[in-house]
């Protein structure tokens, strides 16, 4: 084969807790990811010439080294020569639909994407877990978008344990196109807030991660109830970015005034929130709530539900 289309599912936290700072200069994390519908297409194909190419619809998405897609692929050259010698470069085009700079994970599931897309290319026969050690060093979040689903993401987001699947949960997400967070800062803003807080003892730092296994959100995820899910929702990074973006602080009291919604956050370091619902019919209805009660053209608002998959072969030529 010469060529894979892949989908490439956008994440959400259902759960984030920032528990202690590390020494390379990232944060110890507690979370539940959550794989959902909304994805962009990666088309991966074989070229003759022994460069990466990068294309994509959007505008607003760079096409050099600082996509991580394109990074993603140079990891593959340069771990696996000879391959690359053998089978030549590679072209990469992304139909992008997932928001950019969002909290939704796009960059990351678009290079876990490419891992995949070249690993079956190139014949590697590399295992899931080989993958996401490889995603690891790409970013955080990357290993998660391999299989996706339902999981707790502990460590720097990277170690991973898999939780039954959820597929009956309706969400509409809201996005403001111009609007743009960096995580970065928010990290880095949370730290100088709130770093007294963190816990800073190897053992207590463990115990503390450990005791997300035991929950009352993981208990909700594993009962498959929608409704406390949604109450359980948390995400620390709230505390220092809805303080500085009131238009996201608005969405998110607009989201909790609906009818029908079950519970709202914000996702990642955001500046996306989201809302669950029981079914597509009543997160339809509140996306037109939403609209009349926000006039702003600058304000995206999707419809999508969870599910079970991360990167997902759809055709190969
Ligand atoms: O790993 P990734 O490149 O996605 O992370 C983006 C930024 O988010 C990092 O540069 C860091 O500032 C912050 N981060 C963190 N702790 C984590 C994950 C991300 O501080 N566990």
């Known amino acids: 084969m010469r060529s894979y289309s892949l989908i490439a599912p956008a994440k ?4 984030l807790e ?3 700072d590390r020494p390379d200069g990232y944060h110890e994390l507690s979370m539940i990811l959550q794989s959902i519908g909304l994805a962009d297409q990666i088309d991966v194909h074989s070229i003759s010439t022994d460069s990466i190419r990068v294309r994509c619809n959007h505008p607003q998405v760079p096409t050099d080294k600082s996509n991580l ?14 391959a690359f010698a053998q089978y030549g470069g590679v072209e990469i085009s992304i139909n992008k639909q997932i928001p950019v700079a969002a909290g939704l994970a796009g960059g990351s599931t678009n290079a876990a994407a490419v891992l995949v897309g070249i690993d079956l290319l190139w014949k590697l026969g590399l295992t899931q877990s080989e993958l996401e050690e490889l995603g690891g060093t790409l970013g955080s979040d990357v290993p998660f978008c391999v299989a996706g689903g339902t999981a707790i993401a502990t460590g720097r ?20 196109r111009s609007l743009e967070v960096s995580t970065p800062w928010a990290y ?41 899910i949604a109450q359980k929702l948390h995400n620390d990074l709230e505390r220092v970015v809805l ?25 990642g370091s955001g500046p996306t929130v989201f809302a669950l619902f029981e079914s597509q019919q009543e997160a339809e209805q509140v996306k037109l709530q939403v609209k009349e009660a926000i006039i702003d053209e600058d304000l995206e608002l999707f419809v999508t539900r969870t599910i079970t998959h991360g990167i997902k072969v759809v055709s190969s030529v």
């Open 243 to 267: 303080p500085v973006y009131p238009q996201v602080l608005e969405l998110r009291e607009v989201f909790a005034n609906q009818e029908g919604v079950l519970g709202t956050m914000m996702s």
């Open 188 to 228: 880095k803003t949370y730290r100088e807030q709130f770093g007294d807080s963190y816990i800073r003892d190897s053992d207590n730092l463990a115990a503390r991660a450990n005791a997300v296994h035991s929950g009352a959100i993981v208990k909700a995820v594993v009962d498959k109830n929608p409704g406390e």
């Open 157 to 176: 987001g990277d170690q991973l344990s898999p939780l039954p699947s959820l597929d009956n949960i309706y969400i509409v997400l809201g996005k403001y």
């Open 12 to 15: 959400i936290n259902l759960y």
């Open 69 to 82: 897609a394109y990074r993603a692929a140079e990891l593959m050259a340069m771990q696996f020569p000879q």
């Open 18 to 20: 920032i528990i202690g």
